[in-house]
């Protein structure tokens, strides 16, 4: 037992060592950097902080791990076993992947090792009395705690049975993509023999398509992307004024938020005096969102649920109020609003209220050669080759952009405008007739969309992802024409926009211009 005769044993277990006990459990727990073994968790945790430099408490709470992040750390460093200087200066990106929240040792102690009130206990000089490694045959049979601490234990127990059952949803929905994918193949299997077997084919692949929406919400469970939203001012001071300007609307009403990200829209909700909120995503943001939500003591308001709004039960028949940030690029991009009109189909009362409430669409003409030349014209000469034929890829994808205003050519045109109280998803797919009336000679390089929100209440508030106001996340949508139009001034251009779903991965755009009589055709992916 050379091992455990170090330093970090020797200062609270000296008597044992003189008076063994014949029964004592045998070192078995294996230090997380080196080969040397423990008895328990505890005097693990004291020979990794004095021989390794590592404490697991001062990292758990500088990285403000939650239980599955502390686990999924455990099981990083158990099965990578890097150098314990890592952890100065790591940000635990390196473990995020849910493989480690597989357990690299059965009945690892460090995985029910609980650190937020081991300090007090060794201060305390009630360690030697500890045994964390799940045996209890040396523990009193009662223990007296204080009340702080006992409500802490009760608050942790209460987070675990939260994600657990959030883990057995999403083992279920995983189980129903099994079940659509199985289902695909049963139906391009017998199929294969019929004569219209390759619109059965396209018919099966359109309903995996729909089914399967797991990189979109993979996406917003980057930290990055709820970063780029929450700092966008317009947005979410938008948001934040017309909740709580319209605050007699939210008093002691039931609030549903879709897709709640991090939960901001469902804390101005509940800041508004909302009886209860409920916050719905199904991106795994949400598990941030219920620390947000602790964190700034509004848990007995807002509940948060993972899972699609088209698939999870609430805990209420209806709501009044629905508050949601949907907007995708170019308003549609994305296809939230679908499930905001489901939502709104299914539980909204009779009279309740959207957050917005109204949106419009609209075009403008822009004319700025040196971009054009830029996207377009490079491809005639790249290092002195020619490739004209990626020049007709590119040309046919929408950009996202920031388009300065004084490149703006005309007057602006609204293709499409939407009253969320009453439209049908049939109605997001849409063809319109514009015109617009050019304001100098020049030549029109691209055509450029953006959208206004308005909460028209009894304090309305609005604001504009246009060029001309205050710039956003959203930025603006150019659509770049293969040859620049010439046009004059008064001269009015008009068109057509056709606005479509891709059938094959429905939350893409399919974007159809014509201009003059010349049409252009874009996708938005």
């Known amino acids: 037992m050379q091992n455990d005769t170090d330093d970090s044993g020797s ?41 390794h430099g590592f404490c697991l408490k001062e990292i758990a709470q500088r990285l403000r791990l939650d239980d599955f992040e502390y686990i999924k750390m455990i099981n990083y460093i158990r099965s990578q076993r890097p150098p314990s200087q890592l ?21 690892d102690a460090l995985l029910q090792f609980d650190i937020e009130g081991l300090e007090d206990d060794l201060s305390e000089g009630n360690h030697g009395n500890c045994d964390l490694t799940g045996d209890k045959s ?13 409500e802490g234990i009760l608050s942790c127990l209460r987070t675990a049975e939260e994600k657990v059952a959030l883990l057995q949803h999403q083992l279920t929905h995983a189980q129903q993509t099994m079940d659509k994918m199985r289902t695909f193949v049963q139906d391009l299997v017998m199929t294969t023999g019929q004569t219209d077997a390759s619109s059965a084919t396209t018919s099966a692949l359109q309903s995996l ?31 934040r004024d017309a909740i709580l300007q319209n605050s007699a609307l939210f008093r002691d009403k039931v609030v549903l938020d879709v897709g709640c990200g991090t939960g901001i829209l469902s804390m101005f909700a509940a800041k508004a005096g909302a009886r209860s909120v409920i916050a719905v995503d199904m991106s795994d943001v949400v598990y941030q969102a219920m620390d947000i939500v602790r964190e700034n ?11 699609k709004v088209e698939e999870v039960s609430l805990p209420v028949d209806k709501v009044d109020v629905i508050i949601s940030e949907w907007m995708g690029y170019f308003l549609l991009f994305e296809s939230m609003l679908d499930s ?66 004084e490149d703006i050519i005309s007057t602006e045109a609204t293709v499409k405008e939407l009253d969320l109280n009453i439209c049908s998803s049939a109605e997001l797919d ?44 959203w930025k603006q949508t150019s659509f770049y024409l293969r040859e620049p ?4 001034q008064d001269e009015v251009v008009r068109g057509r926009i056709d606005v479509r779903k891709n059938p094959r991965d429905l939350r893409s755009l399919l974007v159809s211009l014509t201009l003059n009589g010349r049409k252009f055709k874009y996708t938005m992916e």
């Open 297 to 307: 003591k509004l848990e007995t308001v807002v509940s948060v649920i993972r899972g």
């Open 138 to 150: 040396h523990v009193q049979e009662s223990v007296t705690l204080p009340r702080c601490e006992y």
């Open 340 to 405: 905001v009109l489901y939502a709104r189909d299914t539980w909204l009362v009779e009279g309740g209220h959207m957050f917005p409430n109204y949106c419009s669409l609209s075009l403008v003409a822009v004319s700025n050669s040196r971009k054009h030349r830029e996207r377009i014209g490079f491809w005639q000469d790249v290092y002195g080759f020619q490739m004209s034929c990626m020049a007709s890829v590119v040309v046919k994808e929408a950009v996202v952009e920031t388009v300065d205003p």
């Open 485 to 488: 139009l010439a046009v004059c």
């Open 209 to 239: 398509s729909c089914g399967d929406d797991s990189s979109y919400f993979m996406s917003y469970a980057h930290h990055a992307i709820h970063d780029e939203m929450l700092k966008d001012r317009v947005r979410t001071e938008s948001y």
């Open 430 to 473: 849409f063809t319109s007739d514009f015109s617009l009336k050019v304001t100098k000679n020049c030549l029109l390089t691209a055509v450029v969309g953006s959208f206004d929100i308005r909460f028209d209440l009894q304090h309305p508030v609005s604001f504009s992802t246009s060029a001309s106001q205050r710039s956003t996340h």
């Open 87 to 107: 952890f100065v200066s790591t940000d635990g990106a390196v473990w995020k992947d849910d493989t480690y929240l597989k357990p690299v040792i059965p009945d």
């Open 11 to 51: 200062d609270f277990c000296e008597e044992e060592w003189e008076e063994p006990v014949t029964d004592a459990p045998a070192p078995s727990l294996i230090c997380l950097f080196c080969d040397v073994l423990h008895t328990d968790a505890l005097t693990m945790y004291l020979h990794c902080k004095q021989e």
